[in-house]
């Protein structure tokens, strides 16, 4: 593989001012794919540096969007030439099956064009006349970009998290530093020479690969960043928006889950069954809106466990790179250990395992393990509680409407919620009950650029995507003008 030791910034490659590497492994394998160069304090400094020239003197915030849009374009149509190779790299160092790395990022792409779409409609939308009350003045609410941001993201869907930061910044005429996951750098570093490749002037992106201590701190800290967006774990979140509130930064936070999904007993069982799986072993279950929890009405409870199980027992386990493979390692040794042990801690609590937890006999190295299907899983144990994001998904029966409703929102998080029923008044209503910022009614996960993401309740603060996406980098300022002929009289009559 070539090499990934060097960082972008300024638009040029350039060794990290320390010479630090560390190394990301492929979890079907456990060995070492590339060593990546490893950003310090120094470098997020340069980086920082950089993105402040670009903004304050540079031609990137003071381009019409029609202009920034043909860049955006350019990146987009960058990412769709290099699909199969991009996909390749995103499996190996993440581990997902091929088919959704290729899924994952041609979304990547639809997100640069997507926002290039809105960069270029913020032309005819940038100012908005104010009514005021008062005819000698007159006024407008001016959208304005808000300046050098900075962006955290996590493993699971490395180039895509990037893409939902990166191309709505950049519509909006910010500029940016870009600090990927230690777990999975590679696409996020090829993004810079697709962005090099688009014309994007230097400093607009900048790429820091490093580890959240050494590289993604010193970035949530540094002055110069006056927006910092992060998607990860909420005690990283909580960190950052300490970080923060130091210099009243503004602040959106993309975090963890344990979304619900409700099956009243009307539902298709099949139907249940495979948006059940969708909604859990999906990118092998490491999604923060991930159904982890589902509630099963009585009367069909013990026919779905046991369909669920059959079709659970029967998913192709393996290299994400094989044909016919539906599910691929857990991404480090950390996280198989922690879902391993989650796993277990949820035996001890009571829960029923119906289905996995071991490892794959066929598969004697990397970070494998079977689906795991726990049921009767206690309303206050830690696994019905907490997030474990790994394919573990933990079920309980409900009788009724209220009760469902009531479990399903006693939870710390809010980011997404699921609700199947043949009733569609019963669905609506349930989706207006559910304290989360998605629902999905008769699914669970499919997820679209022009639609508003993010989380209630712990599960962060703001909204990512579509329009709301391009909210996140807008300031918006009134200009108020005195238009009257007549002195203002107040001290001079
Ligand atoms: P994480 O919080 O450990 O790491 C996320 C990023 O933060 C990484 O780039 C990491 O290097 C960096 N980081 C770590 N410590 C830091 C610090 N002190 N200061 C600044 N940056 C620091 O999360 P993860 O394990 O990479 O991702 C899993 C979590 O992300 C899950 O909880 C999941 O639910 C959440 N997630 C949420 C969404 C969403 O849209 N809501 C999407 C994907 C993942």
Not at 444 to 452: C, D, I, K, R, V
Request: aromatic fraction near 8%; proline fraction near 6%.
């Amino acid at each position: 593989m070539k090499s990934y030791d060097l960082l972008y910034i300024d638009g040029r490659w350039v060794s990290p001012v320390k010479g630090g590497t560390f190394d990301t492994i492929d979890p079907s394998t456990g060995k070492v794919i590339a060593s990546v160069a490893a950003a310090t304090a120094e470098d997020v400094d340069l980086a920082v540096t950089a993105a402040r020239k670009a903004f304050d003197n540079g031609p990137w915030p003071r381009m019409s969007g029609a202009e920034r849009a043909a860049v955006l374009r350019r990146i987009g149509k960058g990412i769709r030439d290099r699909l199969q190779e991009l996909a390749e790299i995103e499996v190996r160092d993440n581990g997902k099956p091929l088919p959704e790395a290729l899924w994952d990022l041609g979304d990547a792409a639809g997100c640069f064009e997507y926002y290039a779409g809105l960069a270029e409609k913020l032309d005819d939308d940038t100012e908005k006349p104010v009514v005021l009350p008062d005819d000698r003045f007159s006024s407008v609410a001016r959208k304005e970009p808000v300046g050098v941001a900075g962006a955290i993201i996590p493993w699971n869907f490395p180039l895509l998290m990037a893409a939902w930061k990166v191309a709505p910044a950049l519509a909006a005429g910010c500029t940016m530093v870009l600090k990927p996951s230690e777990l999975t750098p590679l696409t996020a570093l090829e993004l810079g020479d697709i962005a090099t490749a688009a014309d994007l002037p230097p400093g607009v992106l900048n790429i820091v690969t490093g580890l959240g201590k050494d590289a993604g701190a010193p970035l949530s800290e540094h002055p110069d960043i006056d927006k910092l967006a992060f998607t990860g774990s909420v005690p990283t979140g909580s960190r950052i928006m300490q970080a923060a509130a130091r210099d009243i930064k503004n602040v959106s936070l993309e975090l963890g889950g344990k979304s619900p999904f409700i099956v009243f007993d009307d539902s298709d069982i099949d139907a249940a069954v495979e948006w059940i799986m969708f909604g859990i072993f999906w990118n092998q279950g490491e999604v923060c809106s991930a159904t982890s929890r589902v509630l099963v009405q009585r009367c069909i409870y013990e026919r779905l466990l046991q369909r669920l199980a059959e079709e659970t027992r029967q998913i192709t386990i393996g290299n994400g790179l094989e044909e016919g493979v539906l599910l691929g390692p857990l991404v480090s040794k950390g996280q198989y250990d922690k879902v391993l042990e989650a796993v277990e801690r949820g035996k001890s609590e009571g829960a029923r395992l119906v289905t996995g937890g071991g490892r794959p006999a066929h598969l004697e190295r990397g970070y494998f393990m079977e689906p795991v299907v726990f049921a009767d899983v206690p309303e206050d144990s830690w696994v019905w509680r907490e997030e474990i994001f790994g394919p573990v998904v933990c079920i309980r029966p409900f009788d009724s409407e209220a009760e469902a409703v009531r479990s399903a929102n006693d939870s710390r998080f809010g980011l997404g919620a699921a609700v199947m029923s043949r009733d569609s008044e019963r669905c609506e209503r349930v989706a207006r009950a559910l304290r989360a910022g998605i629902v999905w009614i008769n699914c669970s996960q499919p997820t679209f650029t022009e639609a508003p993401w993010g989380g209630y309740k712990q599960s962060g603060i703001g909204r990512e995507l579509g329009e709301w996406g391009l909210n996140n980098y807008l300031e918006t300022k009134q200009i108020t003008r005195y238009e009257s002929d007549k002195p203002w009289g107040w001290y001079i009559k």
